[in-house]
């Protein structure tokens, strides 16, 4: 069967050109490739390999490539269609082709008349802000705790941006989050609050998930049997789906389309939270951030287009020079569930191995993703960064001005920021290591042993982002350029990043073994789940 029109010119990356010449670049020049040199040799590396977008600044040149390198991957992306399958995402075709819809996130914030959407996004915006502006007028009522109950993109994207906006946060209200199934999760969060003044936002997009639904149930029942009274006033739905939330018994509901994923929903009334948080003209902004990194993304040529060349360097890094891992290092404390949305981002979209055709690929496709704030992760994990067998690309994000008054702290973070990335690329000698003085020593062991184990090979690759200080509007455009990234590499690997299969067999066994759980029939079961589901049913009453 033929593909939809805005596949059907793409070739698959390894069929194309630009691969083989990369596999032939990648063998003649990486084998001696040595950041250390390339700078020596290079004064113009930085310049060459350093990008700017809307609010952000990308620093490139610590990875192991050549501007030669990124000229092929450039050619890479032409020859796979990027262009024609980004022209066609904005253009509303389509693309998610498994689901048979179109894949508009950026319509979500596109100002009033700038998009074929804009009418139906602005109405549910004005609505939604409006709301979100009497929740934030506490003198007229006495909500002080809001709880977003959701999972996934009905959850990351809230719990992220609240934290990293918290300067500019509501400071009466206080922000509660439940996602797991695990009665632990709601238990902690309700038994510091009281119905009067509580405020739930059950957050689903289908408003069938699992877990959603079971801790929705149990907030209403908590709130009944605390005496509260008006559920109407105190349980709102942020979906797609307003006539089950109306069934569930919740009047007032916020909408959107089955054309925003889940991991792409923070924009769309899934952003309720963040909304009330910070208020409906920051919202804007954070909007304004995000749209302005769509323009550039939509119009920029690719050999200066933010997001389209860091997905290509995740494609050199993971398939040419073989990084199976890249771990994500904000050095800033705000965006500490960063790591985290992106994991999401990130592995939920291109986490795929069939091409839009539905072929098996021949090539690795999404790397995994994980991270901690610096400086916390220097202490835990950078140890295997700097000395592991694996290498492991970095991304450090520095934030130049703070939201804060302390600046001796602020000025030893980016110190920290900066020499981690410089100590992975210029790693030290075992003859380096010789010379100095180890206070923490043996002095049975032989130094040139201890050299060994002191010594770091260096060479390690690193990506930095810069923004000037996180406002909304600046994590507006960072969430952005991480979306078209994905999309990019995604388009570069040729699947469909807008799909999510990989989960819907958990969720199936899950509801089969439900019942089984409860009458402990293990019939037909394997060894092992039979055995597990044993031991885990509850003892006889
Ligand atoms: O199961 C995965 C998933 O569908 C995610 O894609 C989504 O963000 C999450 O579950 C929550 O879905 P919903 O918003 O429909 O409750």
New binding site residues.
């Given amino acids: 069967m033929s593909s939809h029109p805005s596949t059907a010119a793409r070739v698959r990356a390894d069929r194309t050109a630009a691969w083989a010449r990369l596999r032939e670049h990648h063998q003649a020049c990486s084998p001696g490739f040595d950041l250390r040199e390339a700078f020596a040799q290079d004064p113009g590396r930085f310049a060459a390999l350093s990008f700017e977008a809307p609010e952000l600044f990308a620093d490139l040149s610590k990875n192991l490539l050549e501007p030669e390198t990124l000229a092929l991957l450039l050619a890479l992306a032409r020859e796979t269609g990027l262009e024609a399958r980004r022209d066609a995402m904005f253009a509303g075709e389509p693309i998610n082709l498994t689901e048979g819809r179109a894949v508009l996130h950026t319509a979500l914030r596109a100002p009033r008349e700038a998009s074929a959407r804009s009418a139906e996004v602005h109405e549910v915006l004005d609505r939604l802000l409006a709301y979100a502006e009497t929740v934030r007028d506490t003198a007229s009522h006495g909500i002080r705790h809001i709880v977003n109950i ?7 994207g809230p719990r992220m941006a609240i934290l990293a906006l918290e300067p500019h946060a509501h400071r009466d209200l206080q922000f509660h989050y439940v996602s797991n199934v695990d009665g632990h999760d709601i238990t902690a969060v309700l038994r510091r609050l009281e119905p009067t003044s509580t405020l739930f936002i059950i ?7 699992q ?2 639904m079971a801790n929705a149930q149990v907030a209403r029942e908590w709130f009944l049997a605390g005496g509260g009274t008006d559920i109407a006033r105190h349980f709102v739905a942020t ?1 797609t789906n307003v006539t089950a939330a109306a069934a569930f018994g919740i009047d007032t509901t916020f909408g959107f389309w089955d054309w925003v ?3 792409y ?1 923070m924009w769309s009334a ?1 952003g309720l939270p963040i909304a009330i948080a910070i208020g409906a003209a920051h919202f804007r902004e954070l909007l304004a951030g995000a749209h302005a990194l769509d323009r550039h993304f939509a119009t920029t040529p690719l050999e200066r287009n933010l997001p389209v060349l860091l997905g290509l360097v995740d494609v050199w890094n993971r398939n040419f020079l073989g990084c199976a891992s890249r771990s994500v290092a904000p050095y800033h404390q705000g965006l500490a569930r960063l790591p985290a949305y992106l994991q ?1 981002l990130e592995m ?1 979209s291109n986490g795929k191995s069939v091409d839009l055709d539905g072929q098996a690929l021949a090539y690795a496709t999404s790397p995994v993703v994980w991270g901690e704030p610096g400086t916390n992760g220097q202490h835990a994990y950078f140890q295997m960064l700097h000395q592991g067998s694996d290498v492991i690309p970095v991304e450090f994000i520095a934030v130049r001005q703070p939201d804060h008054a302390h600046a001796d702290l602020h000025h030893k973070l980016l110190a920290n920021c900066l020499a981690q990335s410089q100590a992975l690329m210029l790693g030290k000698t075992a003859a380096e290591a010789a010379q100095e003085k180890q206070p923490t020593a043996s002095t049975t062991i032989d130094p040139q042993v201890l050299a060994r184990h002191r010594r770091f090979p260096g060479n390690r690759p690193s990506t930095t982002l810069l923004l000037e200080r996180l406002t909304p509007r600046a994590l507006g455009a960072l969430i952005a350029c991480y979306e078209h990234r994905v999309f990019s590499s995604g388009a570069v690997w040729g699947i469909n990043s807008f799909d ?1 299969w990989g ?2 067999l958990g ?1 199936a066994l899950c509801n089969a073994l439900l019942p089984r759980l409860a009458s402990g029939d293990a019939s037909g079961l394997d060894g092992s789940t039979a055995g597990l589901m044993a031991r885990l049913r509850p003892p006889p009453a």
């Fill in positions: 959701g999972i996934g993109g009905s959850d990351l957050a689903s997009k289908t408003f069938t998930t877990e959603t979906t994923g889940g991991r929903s899934i999401q939920e999510q989960v819907e969720k």
